[in-house]
């Protein structure tokens, strides 16, 4: 099925080749005939998305929702609209039957992250779990772009997400980090994006993957040591064409030939002949990709690449947004301290920023809130415990209490910071643990320990 | 001094910014400056060119003269208006004066190509002797565009030529084969084109280049096993827009990513901490790129971005182009074994060649040339000479004799073939030498023997 905005793309294209057709003075029959194409286009765009197609106005232009690599933000307290980001996308719904046969096919229970609805959306999972039945490898392949030193809990939950699927699957698993891109798109040098790739590694390595079958590489190094990557970023970039990213990623005639070259290099790590180290040349591995909704741009425009240079397509899995302490109108800044949960934070510091910062679903006053009962859809302590808290009964309860007005909002960011304060203590412990010559492991280009 | 290509992008940014200005309406007195400038500069214009600035119409649109670095061809016999392109590129003739430079700093005779023109133009080659001067070292760069295993004699001018400066300066040399272009522009495999760069790797080392001071170096695999390299092509892609490299180039938006930023790839050579193995890491060791015109423009963009990312901007020697046996309308086409002498020809097949395509400036019977003379200017025969014909003595006696009728089309063809026969067959020979294990010994990235 075509999406939404594939639809709008060949929209665009046939009302270029109407008006060339006119002006060319082409032949009447065939004016007609890209007419009627052209018509038959805007009455299936209506029928999918229940407005009028607008020339130059993408699908979803006056939605109230942002969303891209590089602006995700809502007028929506409750934050995006995910329900309609699976329309617009063109992906696929996480639904139960999935849920459960990821349980079945693992032999373990859900991740709460699937079990939450927080990874929401996905493409083709259901053809890498085939493979796997059939006693097929699949591998992982997630990624961090680099541009700072500070990681804060949101930048965690693709990682903390991997490592299950890594642990469950016993399966390899490929972490990039885009310094280059950091380069490219901030005013950094490339020795300070490529600093940010190693300390940022520590905090990933920190997340406990398994070092016999995890590579974390950065760009910049990784290039400049594997002919077999350049080799697939060239064929990429040989079959998109600046129109492509145009549509897909919003670039400009003023932007950087950087910038517009280098979805290549994120498209590339999707294809296993990438890491001969690890596949040994196979093209055919699959590839499964965790990451929030934001990358998809990018995986959209190399699943559309991949057939035509004869590799597998990746599967998708996506996740929903980490929302800021200020609420789940937009993602959080790392340049705001304020604005979420460090992973260097104190416990004092975590205390006081919930306290002071996190978004409350409450009411104004204690009488009204027991009356009336507070908010959890919009209220972020509640978010941030769907995220860290374990324990499905006791955040059904925490749901309901609140509700109720029986849970008050000091009470409820009593039980966040309370929840936030050890896990973010053990992360940092577990970080102290990594040391430089670890992180020189995990990125050196090596074979893994795989079962084919 | 800005050139007319500079002057003339001047113009189309400043007249966008009259219009922008206009339509914002803002205050009349930026307006006016605005709109003054603009006046300025069509005036400017105008002066360089003898020609009203039309906005969308660059200069040399009009001429007759194509030159980029996939297209060359003018509507005139004796070939490309030299003249005029360095006005248009906004180079410098190669002068008598910058000729006995030469003689002079390397204290040896100016070889044929610098002594007839051939090598026509320049930027900043004094610069460079200067440096040399004060025993300051400087290296060279040249390249290849490897498209088929046939390479004809005009592909080995710049080999010739930069043999040549090798050996009088004692200095480094470094050459690119762009297999990763090759790939993006031709309906070929990375693996033909990869091949082809090892092939055209051994007709280049056949040219008899010192294996302890040149470094040969495919795209494909130099990319994937230099950091620097790499590091470098990224500075580039960052401080170069699409619109740049679209008034350069002539892009458009349904070229490909690939072909959009390639020209950093081909830029990137032209500084020295690209080859940390033979430069230590130096930023600051000048080059100089002996190569046809047409590659000109890459290196346009290439001493644009230098300074911006604190590198010095390369100097350059351009030459004429080879013409083709039908005629110097048109540089020769690979793919046309009749257009060219190609390096495996047969003496036969040099000798029929000549005797059937080269394009004439004879009269049409004895009788005519022996009374009216003949037209060097436009015949292939004698051109080719001017090319291969050391002696310069006798080359003038052959432009004398031909035109004042003395010597007939035959003859003078005659004295063609037995230059080019045992040219070629010495090629022949010395390629035959080239060894698998020299090539590899020649494209393996090694310390040089260099004296800074």
């Known amino acids: 099925m075509m999406s939404v905005m594939e639809l709008y793309q060949k929209l665009e294209t046939q009302a270029v080749q109407v008006k060339a ?47 891209d690599p590089w602006n995700v933000s809502t007028s929506n307290a409750k934050g995006v609209d995910y329900e309609k980001l699976i329309v617009r996308f063109g992906s696929s719904k996480i639904d139960k039957e999935l849920v459960d046969r ?6 373990q229970k859900p991740h709460r992250f ?64 885009t310094d280059d891109e950091k380069y490219l798109w901030k005013d950094l040098t490339l020795e300070e994006c490529h600093h940010y790739a190693a300390e940022n590694a520590k905090d990933i390595i920190a997340c406990g993957f398994d070092v016999n079958k995890t590579f974390i590489f950065s760009d910049l190094d990784y290039m ?20 492509q990213v145009k549509g897909i990623f919003g670039f400009s005639d003023s932007d950087s030939i950087g910038k517009i070259s280098f979805p290549a290099i994120q498209a590339a790590p999707s294809f296993s002949n990438s890491f001969p180290q690890i596949f040994r040349g196979r093209t055919d591995v699959p590839c ?5 909704i934001d990358q998809d741009p ?39 301290p304020n604005s979420s949960i460090f992973l260097t934070d104190t416990p004092k510091q975590i205390k006081d920023k919930v306290n002071c910062h996190a978004f409350s679903g409450g009411k104004d006053t204690v009488e009204e809130h027991r009356k009336h009962g507070g908010n959890p859809d919009i209220d972020v302590s509640f978010m941030y415990l769907t995220f860290f ?11 309901q209490d609140y509700t109720s007005g029986a849970l008050l909002t000091g009470e409820l960011k009593k039980i966040l910071i309370e929840t936030l304060q050890p896990m973010i203590a053990e992360h940092q412990e577990k970080r102290k643990q990594v040391t430089d010559e670890m992180v020189k492991q995990f990125m050196t280009p090596r074979p893994l320990k795989v079962n084919f």
Chains 1, 2 share one sequence.
């Not at 499964?288 to 929030?292: E, G, M, S, V």
């Not at 808290?389 to 749901?399: A, F, G, N, P, T």
Request: hydrophobic letters at 35%; proline letters at 5%; glycine letters at 6%.
């Open 21 to 67: 057709l006119e002006t060319a003075k082409a032949d009447k029959t065939e004016i007609d005939a890209a007419v009627q194409l052209l018509q038959k286009l805007k009455v299936d765009y209506k029928q999918v998305t229940g407005e009028d197609y607008k020339a130059g106005c993408p699908p979803g232009a006056d939605d109230e929702d942002t969303v």
């Open 102 to 107: 990821v349980e079945k096919v693992s032999g």
């Open 114 to 177: 699937l079990r939450r609805g927080i990874f929401f959306s996905h493409r083709d999972v259901h053809q890498v779990l085939d493979a796997y039945e059939k006693d097929k490898c699949f591998y992982l392949y997630t990624g961090r772009g680099p541009s700072s030193e500070a990681m804060h809990v949101g930048h965690l939950i693709p990682f903390i997400f991997t490592k299950w699927l890594q642990d469950v699957f016993d399966i390899p698993l490929v972490i990039q980090m």
């Open 224 to 243: 400049g040591s594997s002919r077999d990557f350049y080799s697939n970023v060239v064929k990429i970039q040989k079959h998109v064409t600046f129109n």
């Open 288 to 292: 499964l990709i965790p990451c929030a």
């Open 298 to 336: 990018y995986f959209r425009m190399t699943r559309d690449v991949a057939p035509r240079i004869g590799y597998p397509k990746p599967a998708l899995l996506h996740s929903t947004f980490f929302p800021a302490l200020q609420g789940a109108q937009t993602k959080m800044s790392a340049s705001d």
């Open 389 to 399: 808290l374990e324990d499905d009964e006791q955040l059904e309860k925490i749901r």
